[in-house]
C-alpha cells in the first residue's frame, strides 16, 4: 500500500545502516516487523505460554543442545596455529562463527 509519511531522515539512515536495507521500504518495513516481534514477545513474556512448570519441564528435550548444533554447523572463519588456545567463541549476526584467541 502506498503512503505519505513524514520521517526523520537521520533516523531512516540510521536504520538502514543498522540492517542493511536497501530501500527505504525495506528498511520501515524491517523497523515495524521488529517493533511488532517485540510486542510479541513482551505479551507472551507477560501473559505465559499457559504451561505449568512441569510441562514446560517435559516440552524440552534434555539432549537439546544449542551451541552444538550451531557448533557443528559454523564454519571457522580461520585456521589458527596449532598452539593457539582459544578463550572463546562466539556468533556473527549471519551465523558465521568467529573465535576469539588469547592475546
Do not use: C
Not at 500500500?1 to 536497501?22: F, N, S
Not at 521488529?34 to 501473559?47: F, G, H, I
Not at 557443528?72 to 568467529?98: C, S, W
Request: hydrophobic content about 40%.
Amino acid at each position: 500500500m502506498k503512503m505519505t509519511m513524514h520521517i526523520d531522515d537521520g533516523l531512516l539512515e540510521r536504520v538502514m545502516a543498522a540492517t542493511g536495507a536497501k530501500s527505504k521500504t525495506m528498511a520501515v518495513d524491517l523497523a515495524l516487523r521488529e517493533m511488532d516481534r517485540k510486542v510479541t514477545l513482551t505479551r507472551l513474556a507477560s501473559e505465559g505460554l499457559g504451561l505449568t512448570p512441569d510441562e514446560l519441564r517435559e516440552s524440552v528435550d534434555p539432549a537439546y543442545d544449542l551451541i552444538a548444533l550451531r557448533l557443528k554447523d559454523a564454519t571457522p572463519t580461520k585456521v589458527l596455529p596449532r598452539n593457539t588456545r582459544i578463550t572463546r567463541r562466539r556468533f556473527t549476526q549471519n551465523g558465521e562463527q568467529a573465535i576469539v584467541k588469547e592475546q
